[in-house]
């Protein structure tokens, strides 16, 4: 039998949506016969997730609250993979966010009972430098000397997590356990609960303004990427650096701009995370939103508002997946998942021939 | 601390490198980049190990787990060769599914217990040769000397045979290849699969040879990213893949000495495993990677020798279909 | 010569060949005979359909109908392996060669013998006795990056001779050469038929044809318009009529002009080429407004790498002046605020992002500046008028300017970066290789598009290895040798061998 790929001239416009959510249903197929293999029941296994991630109003918050992390990091990635840069350390860049939004308040570089308005800006300032100064390294390296981006960054992801153990195993343990001591409150990121005073509804809504961060940061790339002149220079180095090259472009420096936003936006998100969620640094702080990220940017197919809609179903996904059994359920589902768009994106630009193939002019 | 100990030790660290790195160079002169190396490994320390408690037979271990990783690049192979998919996010979504599947059949495998391991061996006369001896021949496991026979002959496979002249030739310029007559797709499949192969077989080496137990992701713990690091330090030859191997053998053992060090030079161990500064031993393997990883990229370029020509991009022929 | 004589048998006698692409059917029932022991021209134009009838006979493509029969017994190739084993080889334009391979690895590559074990001193032997046996030139232990196009032609050549070719099919292999090169390549080609080997010989130079041809055959369009006609008697008026169906004369037109002010100064210029070799030492010209340099060099001579240095893609050390101002080692984006405009010799990678639409391809140059640029965002109204402005100015044919530049054909993507860049006003533009690739009413847009874009005034280093291209536009010939330039000449027909002497050293040694 002969397959053959044929070049699709023109793609029906319905085409990709149709084929990212065939693909997400054949990896949940997929997913499910693994279920059933390993002797649970797929059915009751993702009507269970889907309840428990948007089965009321409370569990709708904790999904969002899942969410808010993956929306910044896959943003995070979206825009590296637009120019083809391959930046998977968002997790490390997370980390070192988080970091550094923690040093701005357990270092004491603020003094004590400075207020919400100044201290959680600082906060997002140096969650930000931290994340983007973990990005520069690769970054430098890859437009400088090119080295692959893919190994330098994923490697300093190791690096990040001993970084980050280092100090809550050490100087901020909090009595000799794997974090530090709470943050005060004037560190916390505003959540909906903290206006059930006025508003009963809102009680025990843990959304917190990070959502919000996320969403001002999607609207802020959709424009620059979509309609700036910044983004035109990313999607022409991307699909060709010479031709780019050509039209005066200095690639090196886009390369590393674009991994030091890349960077930004992933510390933003660790930031997000530590004063919003945990209020506090700790050890496992992320069960590994920089690497879900990846697969949320590419099913977003790098645009900044699908983001934010996969980065919620994955948010779903990981809060449900914790109670369901097998524990790797849902990092096989978004294996499976991320191997279905692959699939996917292939189908969308090509049509497949079975048997003899028509033959193309020479 | 005695280095030849370290550096004995360090052979068997690296042997799970080797293997691992030694498939993928495989694969990446075919032409095809798998970055699914760490999932692969993942499947085969899994299988392995399961499979040896199960039924008590580590051989049979080191079987399913090279099946195990070798089915795994199967999937990619097809993604990447019959679809032309992006090869990079390929082999991420390899390192995803491999890493789930394996937390899927790893479940309950921690508090398995004991298992039965491979033998270690001492050669009789080699292992009395001076310095050589002690770290090469002495008391290594099987797997060691697997390493040392497959790296002479990847090398010899590569460079001195009919096939190995093939494989260049479909990495470098499969057009080339193809107006041979050399089947280009079913080359790159099986040096895909045989990335796979190596890939499951350094996750087995791990689970039944070097550090036996299943600790989830963490049982091979990002060595298949260095893996792949090493194989652009070693600029695609195994013999060099070998030295980085070994190398990193040695500095992951050097460090778990230092850790369990009470003192150095009568100082109480600033690095002892009960202190929080031992991550920063723990990060220098990683700092490491990166350090190899640029220089073998200066190297290249100033030899002017870079990756396979044609690594990364799918191979189709002008005019008439696979 | 050694024609063969109409009673030997024939080499190969295809009759009735049919083969159709979506939309052009390639050969229309085409007949072709080679005797054995002759020189063979097949003689077209891009698109005559000799590629595909020699594909066909080279076991490339399958016919969709006739029959082929090699020393009289009919067969039916089903891959190139079953035509060599019948004893016919093809040199293809594109080498298929492994670069980083040595001569005799690829010489081996695809072989059943070695079985498996390669012993390369053995080989290299053998590989050197065979070249020698037919005066090919060329060390067995060489690395093919490291040999010039015309070495790397005889390693094909010498690839099929190991092979067992008896007969080989010559797809325009003077295309990539040097006139002494040619020589050699014309010298080759008769020890071989001498030896009794056979030649199909693909050119659409009427002169080269028929300085080495027995026979000629001629074809338009999928037909035969001349069928294996004796090159003695023929003349190129005829030739070129069977060829074209018309007079080969463009019709374009090009108005006398005095040179205005100089515009590029290039002055002692140095670079390195890709692989850090030295490929510029020195090199000066100059290029005047309203005048079109030409610049002929056999590929390898620094002329690329010229063209980088002009338009700020290549580091260099001497000075490039545009104007007066010196943008050497500046930036691309320096030459190009300069008004330096570039149409690349690579159409589809550096001038062109293949994914990309119409619109964005069009901005490429302009995207920094009103009314393309509104602030920091691109002003999608004003992005979408260019494009159409170039579509429609430049006879671009794409469905729309939403379509994706690799879809469309050379001769339209070719006019759409000659537009663009022409639609900037450059002050100088920089053409290389500008119609490679291009059928005929394609090259002579594109000619007119350089003529019309002198008489406005611009000055153009026209950089070309089609010698009748910089004959038919340039006002001067600077001819290029080892990075430098070794002579200017007026551009008269009459002073080829003049040039192409100089363009391979042999002024120097003259």
Not at chain 2, 245 to 252: E, H, K, Q, T
Not at chain 3, 383 to 400: F, H, I, N, T, W
Request: neutral net charge; proline residues 5%; contains cysteine.
């Amino acid at each position: 039998m002969i397959v053959s790929l044929e070049p699709r001239v023109a793609a029906p416009r319905w085409l990709a949506p149709a084929a990212v959510v065939a693909a997400v249903i054949a990896a949940l197929v997929s997913g499910g016969i693994v279920i059933a293999i390993a002797g649970g029941d797929p059915i009751r296994s993702y009507a269970h997730i889907f309840v428990a991630a948007f089965g009321s109003i409370g569990v709708v918050s904790d999904t969002l609250v899942k969410a808010t992390p993956l929306i910044l990091t896959g943003l995070a990635c979206a825009v590296a993979f637009r120019m083809r840069l391959w930046n998977i350390g968002a997790e490390g860049q997370f980390l070192m966010g988080a970091w550094g939004a923690s040093a701005v308040v357990l270092l004491p570089i603020l003094p004590a009972g400075t207020p919400g308005p100044v201290l959680i800006p600082a906060m997002v300032v140096a969650g930000a430098l931290a994340g983007a100064a973990w990005a520069l390294a690769p970054g430098i390296l890859r437009a400088r000397l090119g080295v692959n981006e893919i190994i330098t960054s994923l490697m300093l992801n190791y690096v990040a997590l001993f970084w980050v153990q280092y100090w809550v195993f050490g100087p901020w343990s909090e009595g000799g356990f794997q974090q530090t001591r709470p943050f005060p409150p004037e560190a916390w990121l505003p959540r909906l609960t903290d206006f059930a005073a006025g508003n009963p509804m809102l009680g025990g809504l843990t959304v917190h303004l990070g959502l919000v961060f996320g969403l001002i940061a999607a609207a802020l790339l959709w424009v620059v990427l979509e309609r700036g002149r910044w983004g035109y220079e990313l999607r022409l180095t991307g699909d060709s650096p010479a031709a780019a090259r050509y039209a005066g472009i200095n690639i090196g420096r886009t390369i590393v701009v674009v991994f030091l936003v890349s960077g930004a936006l992933a510390g933003i998100a660790g930031m997000s995370e530590v004063s919003g969620v945990v209020h506090r640094l700790q050890d496992r702080i992320s069960p590994g939103y920089g690497y879900t990220a990846i697969i949320i940017a590419y099913l977003a197919r790098f645009g900044p508002f699908r983001v934010v809609v996969a980065a919620i179903l994955f948010g779903a996904l990981i809060l449900a997946g914790r109670e369901i059994q097998p524990s790797g359920v849902p990092a096989m589902i978004q294996g499976f998942v991320l191997f279905a768009l692959i699939v996917a994106e292939v189908l969308v630009k090509y049509r497949v021939r079975i048997g003899r193939p028509a033959a193309s002019t020479a | 601390m005695d280095l030849t100990l370290v550096l004995a030790a360090g052979i068997g660290l690296g042997t799970v490198l080797l293997f691992a790195a030694v498939g993928e160079i495989f694969a990446e002169r075919a032409g095809v980049l798998n970055l699914g190396v760490e999932g692969m490994m993942l499947i085969g320390a899994v299988t392995a190990f399961s499979t040896a408690i199960a039924t008590g037979n580590p051989w049979l271990g080191i079987v399913l787990a090279m099946l195990a990783g070798g089915a795994l690049s199967l999937l990619h192979a097809i993604v990447t060769i019959h679809l032309r998919a992006d090869q990079v996010i390929s082999g991420l979504a390899l390192t995803f599914l491999g890493t789930g599947l394996a937390r899927v059949l790893g479940e309950g495998l921690s508090s398995a217990g004991s298992v039965a391991l491979l033998p270690r061996l001492t050669v009789p006369v080699l292992s009395s040769v001076p310095v050589i001896g002690p770290i090469f021949f002495r008391d290594q496991s099987v797997m060691a000397y697997i390493g040392y026979l497959l790296v002479p002959a990847a090398w010899l496979w590569i460079n001195r045979t009919r096939p190995g002249l093939h494989l260049r030739a479909v990495g470098e310029r499969p057009s080339a290849a193809d107006a041979q007559g050399i089947d280009v797709v079913r080359t790159r499949y099986a040096y895909v699969l045989v990335g796979g192969l190596l890939a499951g077989l350094a996750g087995a080496t791990i689970t039944l040879a070097i550090s036996p137990g299943w600790f989830g992701d963490l049982t091979v713990g990002g060595r298949g990213w260095i893996a792949i690091g090493l194989v652009i330090f070693a600029q695609w030859s195994p013999i060099r893949a070998a030295i980085g191997a070994y190398l990193f053998g040695a500095i992951f053992r050097l460090i778990l000495d230092i850790q369990g060090l009470g003192s150095i030079l009568g100082a109480p161990n600033p690095f002892g495993a009960g202190r929080s500064t031992t991550f920063f031993l723990e990060m220098l393997p990683y700092l490491f990677v990166i350090l190899v990883v640029v220089a073998g990229s200066r190297g290249a370029l100033r030899r002017r020798l870079g990756a396979p020509a044609a690594l990364g991009r799918p191979y189709v022929r002008g005019e008439r279909g696979d | 010569m050694s024609a063969g004589t109409p009673a030997s048998p024939l080499a190969i006698h295809a009759t009735g060949i049919v083969k159709a692409f979506p939309g052009v059917v390639a050969n229309d029932h085409v007949d072709f005979d080679l005797r054995t022991g002759e020189v063979h021209a097949l003689l077209g134009e891009n698109g005559a359909g000799k590629s595909t009838l020699m594909n066909i006979l080279a076991g490339l493509y399958s016919p969709d109908a006739g029959e082929i029969r090699v020393n009289g017994q009919p067969v039916s190739f089903r891959s190139p392996r079953d035509a060599i084993a019948a004893g016919i080889g093809m040199v293809h334009q594109h080498f298929a060669l492994v670069p980083s391979q040595t001569v005799t690895e690829n010489v081996l590559l695809g072989l059943d013998r070695p079985r498996f074990r390669l012993d390369l001193r053995r080989h290299d032997e053998e590989v050197r006795e065979l070249a020698l046996s037919v005066g090919l030139r060329i060390d067995p232990r060489a690395r093919i990056w490291q040999l010039s196009v015309g070495e790397q032609q005889r390693v094909e050549t010498l690839k099929l001779l190991h092979r067992g070719a008896r007969i080989l099919i010559m797809d325009e292999p003077t295309a990539v050469l040097a006139p002494h090169e040619i020589d050699e390549l014309f010298t080759t080609l008769r020890a071989m038929t001498a030896a009794g080997r056979s030649v199909v010989f693909i050119s659409h130079k009427l002169g080269e044809v028929l300085a080495i041809a027995d026979r000629i055959t001629v074809m338009r369009r999928g037909h035969v318009t001349a069928a294996g006609i004796p090159a003695a008697g023929a003349t190129m008026d005829e030739l070129a009529r069977q060829m074209v169906g018309r007079t080969v004369l463009e019709r374009i037109t090009r108005t006398e002009r005095e040179p205005g002010d100089v515009v590029l100064e290039v002055r002692g210029v140095e670079a390195d080429n890709d692989r850090g070799v030295p490929a510029l030492r020195g090199a000066s010209l100059q290029v005047r407004s309203g005048e079109i340099v030409g610049v002929a060099a056999v590929a390898g001579n620094g002329q690329a790498e010229l063209a980088g240095v002009v338009t700020g893609l290549r580091a260099c050390r001497g000075t490039v002046r545009v104007s007066g101002e010196d943008i050497a080692n500046r930036s691309p984006v320096v030459a190009i605020r300069r008004g330096v405009g570039h149409v690349p010799e690579d159409r589809n990678l550096v001038g062109s992002a293949p994914n990309l639409s119409l619109v964005d391809n069009a901005m490429m140059k302009r995207y920094r500046d009103r009314p393309i640029a509104s602030g920091l965002l691109i002003d999608e109204d004003a992005a979408r008028g260019l494009a159409e402005r170039l579509k429609d100015g430049y006879q671009v044919a794409a469905p729309s300017v939403d379509s994706e530049a690799r879809l469309l054909s050379g001769g339209n993507l070719q006019r759409l970066i000659l537009g663009r860049e022409m639609e900037t006003s450059p002050r100088l533009l920089v053409a290389v290789q500008p119609t490679r690739g291009l059928d005929v009413g394609a090259i002579e847009r594109v000619h007119q598009l350089l003529l019309d874009l002198r008489t406005a005034g611009a000055a153009i280093l026209l950089i070309s290895e089609e010698l009748d291209e910089l004959f038919a536009l340039a006002d001067r010939i600077d001819v290029m040798y080892e990075g430098r330039v070794v002579g200017s000449f007026p551009p008269d027909p009459a002073l080829v061998h003049e040039i192409g002497l100089h363009m391979t050293g042999g002024a120097a040694a003259a």
